[in-house]
């Protein structure tokens, strides 16, 4: 059958695929989605589990996922996971996932954020609380510059409480760990999540328990909100220039995904004594991270090219595990290097074309005035580009 001029048009408004031109379509229904989601009123509880920067909100990757088609057993994959929020949306939607990222409080955010609520977290917590009582106080690890961000007092509960949660049953142990890991700027001497001033916030030590259970309760709760089942969610902890295809471990119909930008963000930092304390080294994934503002300011700093040689690999990836016509959503902003403008989106555009994705759409969106003062007021950005690919068929 023949689709007439009309009967296309007709079928591009209504939003509904045409079986003439089934991209006009697709693409049409990108174009109706205002990006910038200045709508957006309040955010789920599970997304508001835990701080992290420069995530997405839950209606990018949502509209990603409900925008363009999925094929049958295929996974969704995020290359650069963070918070979780592509595989979460997947999860919502019913289709499998995968997840990769470097900073293991992104991937133990992802894990729990898409796991099974434990069975009694609550008392598990209760009961570790009363243990950790009994840890000696002579145990604090060696962290540096521990005394200039946290009290003496605040740093012996601290410990108390990850020695504890170190010994407990592995089935609730990265529940406590996030609980843990969400109260630590909290109970330390910095000014909050994105000023790293050590000022006096008067902390007393036994508000480090209180403050953990609540913590607790508030994960329980918002695992205990998702009324939806629970589809499969694999979240690879590792280097994405390191990841093998058989990491990934199945094809992947569609990539939904924010890569980090160069001299924009410092997700290491963020988390440094996150980490330190959960038993991590945030000097390992300082070294690993792409983009961090570190590698921009020694001497032979990193540079676009160094960019655009990371994409290039990550590319390269994805053409081992992504179906032929599936899609790849970047959803990239602009970088200032020295004083000049990158374009970050061109970048990943380039590279991607003579791997074989070819450009299907691209838009602007504004970033929320929120996000634009975390870090990236150094370089007055206020966009970035949700820019889709498609994996040539031939
Ligand atoms: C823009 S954030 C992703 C945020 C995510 N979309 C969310 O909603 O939370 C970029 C992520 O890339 C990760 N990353 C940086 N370098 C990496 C590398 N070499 N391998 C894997 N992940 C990396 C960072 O840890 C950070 O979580």
Redesign the pocket.
């Known amino acids: 059958m023949v689709h007439g001029a009309n009967e296309t048009l007709q079928a591009d408004l209504e939003n509904r695929p045409n079986p003439a031109d089934p991209d006009g379509a697709i693409k049409s229904s990108l174009s109706a989605i205002d990006w910038s989601f200045v709508d957006r009123r309040s955010h789920s509880e599970i997304e508001g589990i835990h701080p ?6 839950a209606e ?2 949502r509209a990603i996922l409900s925008s363009l088609p999925i094929p049958k057993s295929t996974a969704v994959l ?9 595989l979460v949306e997947s999860q919502r939607l019913g289709i499998p996932s995968v997840g ?4 293991p409080i ?1 991937c133990l ?2 894990r729990v954020k898409t796991a099974s609520c434990p069975v009694g977290l609550e008392e598990h917590a209760a009961e570790l609380v009363r243990i950790s009582r009994g840890v000696p106080k002579s145990d604090v690890p060696e962290i540096p510059n521990l005394d200039h961000w946290f009290t003496p007092g605040v740093q012996i509960e601290i410990n108390k409480i990850a020695t504890a949660i170190s010994a407990t049953v592995s089935e609730v142990q990265d529940c406590l760990r996030l609980a843990l890991s969400s109260i630590i700027v909290r109970v330390s001497n910095q000014e909050s999540d994105t000023r790293y001033a050590a000022v006096d916030k008067n902390i007393a030590p036994e508000a480090v328990p209180a403050l953990f259970l609540r913590a607790v309760g508030r994960i329980n709760v918002a695992l205990k909100s998702r009324d939806y089942a629970l589809s499969p969610v694999n979240v690879v902890e ?6 093998e295809p058989l990491e990934i471990g199945q094809p992947v119909g569609l990539v939904a ?5 160069p001299n924009a ?1 410092e ?2 930092l963020y988390h440094k004594y996150r980490m330190w304390w959960l038993g991590y080294d945030p000097l390992k ?1 300082k070294a ?5 503002r570190a590698h921009f300011f020694k001497k032979n700093h990193h540079t676009a090219e160094d960019f655009a040689r ?1 994409m290039r690999q990550t590319l390269h990836l994805l053409d081992s595990v992504v179906v032929k016509g599936g899609y790849v959503a970047f ?1 990239v902003g602009r970088s200032k290097i020295h004083g000049k403008l990158y374009d970050n989106a061109e970048i990943i555009n380039d590279e991607a074309r003579s791997i074989g994705f070819k450009p299907f759409f691209m838009t602007d969106r504004i970033l929320s005035a929120s996000r634009k003062s975390f870090n990236l007021s150094h370089a007055n950005i206020k966009t970035e580009t949700v820019l889709i690919l498609r994996k040539e068929v031939e």
Do not use: R
Request: with cysteine.
């Open positions: 992290y920067p420069a995530k997405f909100i990018i990757p995020d290359l650069f996971c963070g918070s979780g929020s592509t990769v990222d470097l900073n992104a955010m992802s590792g280097d994405i220039l390191k990841v995904t924010s890569p980090p930008y963000y997700y290491w994934v690993d991270e792409i983009g961090a990371q959803v």
